[in-house]
């Protein structure tokens, strides 16, 4: 049984979040950077042998009114990209959950100013989260 990632991704920062063994629970993994595609696919490939990885949910940043913005369209060209890993890619409504992360570490008291990976890890475990509950 393995794992599935959520990929939160951005042009300079990626939140990553992994499902537990029976795809049910999301937990924040980490935020890397964002070097370029053959970093990614160096770093994809090593995670998924070592954490069993067997799917990727992306967050699709869609605008308010549904439609493909420009981030939209980089984050369909990068999961072209990796691909070639040959992992199944599923995708995810991911509008407002960078709001909903920041509120979350509000409440826990951690500043959301200089913890920018931790609202991207964040943001990944809540689309993922929302992804496992309507697969289960």
Same mark, same amino acid.
């Given at each position: 049984?393995?794992? /599935?990632?959520?990929?939160?991704?951005?042009?300079?920062?990626?939140?990553?979040?992994?499902?537990?063994?029976?795809?049910?629970?999301?937990?924040?993994?980490?935020? +890397?950077?964002?070097?370029? +595609?053959?970093?990614?696919?160096?770093?994809?490939?090593?995670?998924?042998?070592?954490k069993?990885?067997?799917?990727?949910?992306?967050?699709?940043?869609?605008g308010?009114?549904?439609?493909?913005?420009?981030?939209?369209?980089?984050?369909? /060209?990068?999961?072209?990209? +990796?691909?070639?890993?040959?992992?199944? +890619?599923?995708?995810?409504?991911?509008?407002?959950?960078?709001?909903?992360?920041?509120?979350?570490?509000?409440?826990?008291?951690?500043?959301?100013?200089?913890?920018?990976?931790? /609202?991207?890890? /964040?943001?990944?475990?809540?689309?993922?989260?929302?992804?496992?509950?309507?697969?289960?």
């Amino acid at each position: 049984m393995g794992r /599935i990632l959520g990929v939160d991704y951005g042009e300079s920062r990626i939140g990553l979040a992994l499902s537990d063994n029976t795809k049910s629970i999301a937990f924040p993994f980490k935020t +890397i950077k964002n070097k370029n +595609i053959d970093f990614l696919l160096k770093f994809f490939r090593k995670l998924n042998s070592e954490k069993n990885i067997e799917s990727m949910v992306i967050g699709l940043p869609l605008g308010m009114n549904g439609k493909d913005t420009l981030q939209t369209k980089n984050v369909r /060209i990068f999961s072209k990209s +990796i691909g070639i890993l040959g992992l199944p +890619i599923f995708f995810q409504d991911e509008r407002l959950t960078s709001i909903s992360a920041k509120k979350f570490l509000i409440k826990q008291n951690i500043k959301t100013g200089h913890n920018k990976d931790k /609202i991207d890890e /964040i943001a990944a475990t809540i689309f993922l989260q929302q992804f496992l509950d309507m697969n289960n």
